[in-house]
C-alpha cells in the first residue's frame, strides 16, 4: 500500500531534549517536506527537499534540521526543542513539487 | 505574504446546499491543487488543475482557475454532512528563486449540517 508514514505519532517532551520524528515513504517519490500546522496559522513548510541529498528551508525553519540521505526517509530534528515548537507536524511525499502530495498521518509534538 | 490564501475562511451550510471556496495566489503556476483535511489529520488530494484547464470535474467537485485574475474556486455540490472538513488550495510555484517552496493557506473550514 502506498504510503507516508510517521513516527511517533504523538510525543511529549521536555526543553533541550533533542528529538527526531522520521517519515518514510514508498512510492520513489523525489519531492519530500516537513509542515507544521497550529490554529489560526495554517500549514506552514518547515523544510523540503527536491531529492536525495537536496534539501532547502522553507517558511518557518528555525529550530529545526533534516536530512535526505535516502530516497524514502527524510527525518525532521529538534535539536534543542522549545515549547513553542509545540505543534502539530506533517510530512508529505510527491513525484515532483507540483505533482500531487501524500500526506503522513501527523505528529503531535508537545514541549513542556 | 502566502503563495495560497483561501477564503471565506469558515462557511457554514446545510446539507444538499453547495459550498463555494475560493483561493488566490501571487507568483506564476503549472497547476493547483486543492485537499481536504478531517480534523487533526493528514491532508488528502482532491482535485488537479493544470494552467492552461479552466474547469475541471471530479463527481460532485468542480474546480476553475483564472489564471489572469490568478484565482480558483472549489465547488462542491449537494453537499454532506461527511463533506465537514478544512480545505486547502496549494499552487506550486512554476520557477523561481523559492521554486520547491509549497505553501498552503488558513483554509476553508466547511461545517454541513444535517
Known amino acids: 500500500e502506498a504510503q507516508v508514514t510517521q513516527n511517533p505519532r504523538y510525543l511529549i517532551t521536555v526543553t533541550g531534549k533533542k528529538l527526531t520524528v522520521t517519515c518514510s515513504q514508498n512510492m520513489n517519490h523525489e519531492y519530500m517536506s516537513w509542515y507544521r500546522q497550529d490554529p489560526g496559522l495554517g500549514l506552514r513548510q518547515i523544510y523540503y527537499?527536491?531529492?536525495?541529498?537536496?534539501?532547502d528551508k522553507g517558511d518557518v525553519p528555525e529550530g529545526y534540521k533534516v536530512s535526505r540521505k535516502e530516497k524514502r526517509n527524510f527525518p525532521l530534528i529538534l535539536e534543542s526543542p522549545s515549547p513553542n515548537q509545540t505543534s502539530l507536524y506533517f510530512c508529505?511525499?510527491?513525484?515532483?513539487?507540483?505533482?500531487?502530495?501524500?500526506f503522513g498521518p501527523g505528529t503531535r509534538l508537545t514541549v513542556l | 505574504s502566502q503563495q495560497g490564501e483561501e477564503d471565506p475562511q469558515a462557511l457554514s451550510i446545510q446539507e444538499g446546499e453547495n459550498a463555494t471556496m475560493n483561493c488566490s495566489y501571487k507568483?506564476?503556476?503549472?497547476?493547483l491543487q486543492w485537499y481536504r483535511q478531517n480534523s487533526g489529520r493528514g491532508l488528502v488530494h482532491l482535485i488537479l488543475?493544470?494552467?492552461?484547464?479552466r474547469e475541471k470535474h471530479s463527481g460532485r467537485l468542480r474546480v476553475t482557475l483564472d489564471t489572469s485574475k490568478k484565482s480558483s474556486s472549489l465547488l462542491i455540490t449537494a453537499s454532506r454532512a461527511a463533506d465537514t472538513a478544512s480545505y486547502f488550495c496549494a499552487p506550486p510555484r512554476a520557477g523561481g528563486t523559492s521554486y520547491g517552496k509549497l505553501t498552503f493557506g488558513q483554509g476553508t473550514i466547511l461545517t454541513v449540517h444535517p
Open positions: 527537499s527536491m531529492n536525495v541529498e537536496v534539501t
Open positions: 508529505a511525499s510527491s513525484w515532483k513539487v507540483d505533482t500531487s502530495q501524500y
Open positions: 488543475i493544470r494552467s492552461n484547464e
Open positions: 507568483t506564476s503556476i503549472n497547476n
